[in-house]
């Protein structure tokens, strides 16, 4: 700056860089040591000239070091950002592999009941005394099983009754067997009657939480 010679701007600002310890970029760099070289050599004596040589080899030196030091510190920042990366890659394939049976447990469980198949079911089946399966298809299980038990109690009791070789016994009175055979009848039917709008019932019942909430009733 002293010696006229390069943009005194440029120069001045190489120079506030460089003394607050920040990066220099390299255009810039290049750019003084292309001006350092430059300078003409003019007659001076011994001390002088050893005087500038110093000062030239401490600025390199000081233009090295900051330039170590940026590229310790770049490395330093690009180790931390792929290391933050892979954690939150490890932390987000562990998220899905978590949450990938989950949604294969819930797709199973959530499927919707076929209502054409419930009421087919409850009424064709219970004509020929299955009736319950309907609710077992709708996993109730319990209920359809109870279903099915009543039932086959009903049907045995009025085969009972209408068979010909029923034995001879208080029940077998015309009057007694009538009214027997009347009510078992008619306990099948409220009972077949009874099973299809409960079928009915609970498969909307069913498709309708499934619908909303994606998830089996938590009472089911």
């Not at 050599?41 to 390199?60: F, G, P």
Request: hydrophobic fraction near 35%; proline fraction near 4%; charged fraction near 25%.
């Amino acid at each position: 700056m002293e010696s006229g010679i390069g943009d005194r701007d440029r120069l001045q600002y190489i120079l506030n860089t460089v003394s607050e310890g920040k990066y220099l970029y390299l255009s810039d760099k290049n750019y003084l040591e292309n001006l350092l070289q430059s300078i003409p050599v003019q007659k001076e004596s011994s001390s002088s000239r050893s005087e500038n040589n110093d000062v030239v080899n401490e600025l390199l030196n000081e233009l090295r070091f900051l330039s170590k030091k940026m590229d310790r510190i770049e490395r330093a920042g690009k180790f931390d950002i792929e290391e933050k990366s892979k954690s939150k890659s490890t932390e987000l394939y562990q998220n899905l592999e978590q949450e990938k049976p989950n949604e294969e447990i819930s797709k199973k469980k959530a499927t919707p009941k076929n209502e054409d198949l419930t009421l087919a079911l409850s009424i064709i089946l219970g004509l020929v005394g299955l009736a319950g399966i309907s609710q077992i298809y709708l996993n109730k299980v319990a209920k359809g099983v109870g279903i099915m038990i009543i039932s086959f109690m009903l049907i045995g009791s009025i085969i009972y009754f209408i068979s010909p070789k029923m034995p001879e016994n208080e029940f077998n009175i015309p009057i007694a067997k009538s009214s027997f055979l009347i009510v078992a009848s008619v306990g099948y039917l409220g009972l077949y009657v009874y099973q299809i709008f409960d079928a009915r019932k609970l498969c909307l019942t069913y498709n309708r939480y499934v619908a909303e909430h994606r998830t089996p009733p938590p009472w089911w």
